[in-house]
């Protein structure tokens, strides 16, 4: 198993952090690279959510099946994908800080193929910048959003 952190502080209550977040449409509109989101069944941003992600990653159009196996208002949410031969286990955590947030993102990967295995030590490099990349997203559509009257 490999793990992947990354962490930023928004001026921005929890309450305006974890929408954007924990709502896939929301985290779409916020990810530039993040380019549709289609649901696979009827629950919406709850236990038990599927949708199909897809982002453009080194220029190249990337789709991902996601469910959210966790959800706890303004506290969490918990996302899961068996992608490319590797397991992904990602936790979204919103923290009051004096009034901001601190978002917290832990992504675990674990190959469960051959190709998973030969893979990941490939990724995981560019893994962290990405995640980064996302996280910056997140911060500036939210204090952009509190900042316009």
């Known amino acids: 198993m490999s793990t992947t952190t990354a962490t930023i502080v928004i001026d921005a209550p929890v309450s305006a952090v974890f929408p954007v977040v924990a709502d896939v449409q929301n985290f779409r509109k916020a990810v ?14 709850a236990p ?10 080194a220029g190249r159009e ?3 099946d996601l469910e959210i196996i966790e959800y706890v208002a303004n506290d969490h949410v918990r996302l899961v994908s068996n992608t490319g031969g590797t397991h992904w ?3 979204f955590t919103t923290t009051d800080v004096d009034g901001k947030t601190r978002l917290d993102l832990v992504m675990e990967a674990t190959p469960k193929t051959l190709r998973g295995r030969m893979t990941l ?3 995981r490099p560019i893994l ?3 995640l980064m990349a996302d996280m910056e997203a997140v911060k500036a559509y939210v204090e952009a959003d509190r900042a316009t009257p």
């Not at 530039?32 to 989101?37: E, H």
């Not at 038990?48 to 990653?57: I, L, N, W």
């Open 32 to 45: 530039p690279s993040v380019i549709d989101i289609v649901f696979t069944n009827d629950i919406r941003n």
């Open 48 to 57: 038990g959510s599927t949708f199909r992600e897809t982002r453009v990653v």
């Open 121 to 123: 030590p490939l990724v």
């Open 128 to 130: 962290k910048k990405a």
């Open 89 to 91: 286990d990602s936790v």
């Open 62 to 64: 990337a789709k991902t």
